[in-house]
């Protein structure tokens, strides 16, 4: 499963120190796993590559 981080993905950026985790145990109880997280993020000056 490629997990997909930006604004049409599984989780959004805006929200993902508390989405991703849930998405994550989610995967896991269902017994299935994740192979690949993809973002949005181009560079590191990118909004959501910055910790807020």
Do not use: W
């Amino acid at each position: 499963m490629d997990l997909r981080v930006h604004p049409k993905g599984h989780v959004k950026p805006e929200i993902v120190a508390i989405d991703l985790p849930k998405a994550i145990r989610n995967i896991k109880k269902s017994e299935s796993n994740y192979s690949m997280i993809t973002t949005s993020i181009e560079n590191i000056n990118s909004h959501f590559a910055i910790q807020q």
